[in-house]
């Protein structure tokens, strides 16, 4: 069980990663929540069993610097869609 929700955390980090590069990346919020979910579950029931693994510290690690990444983008980005139409195209003399 607690192998599923480390697969699970990491591939939603891996996702909200793939999602941070495109101009929808508000998206990715809900992938890093469902990873930040999934990474505390497998915490949870790694300290249960009294064996903390490494896996599960990074996949929890991983979805916290992707959530990071993401308020970062958040706040600093500015997502300007400029129309083709209103842009001058100039020619170079090559």
Same mark, same amino acid.
């Given at each position: 069980m607690k192998i599923i929700f480390v697969f $699970? #955390?990491?591939l939603a980090s891996i996702l909200a990663i793939m999602?941070?590069?495109l101009l929808i990346?508000?998206?990715e919020i809900v992938s890093s929540v469902a990873g930040l979910?999934?990474?505390l $579950? #497998?915490?949870y029931l790694s300290?249960?069993?009294g064996k903390t693994k490494k896996i599960v510290q990074f996949a929890f690690i991983f979805t916290i610097v992707v959530l990071v990444i993401t308020a970062y983008k958040s706040i600093f980005a500015k997502n300007d869609i400029v129309n083709p139409k209103t842009l001058q195209i100039t020619r170079n003399g090559f």
């Amino acid at each position: 069980m607690k192998i599923i929700f480390v697969f $699970l #955390a990491t591939l939603a980090s891996i996702l909200a990663i793939m999602l941070l590069g495109l101009l929808i990346y508000n998206l990715e919020i809900v992938s890093s929540v469902a990873g930040l979910t999934f990474g505390l $579950l #497998a915490f949870y029931l790694s300290k249960k069993n009294g064996k903390t693994k490494k896996i599960v510290q990074f996949a929890f690690i991983f979805t916290i610097v992707v959530l990071v990444i993401t308020a970062y983008k958040s706040i600093f980005a500015k997502n300007d869609i400029v129309n083709p139409k209103t842009l001058q195209i100039t020619r170079n003399g090559f």
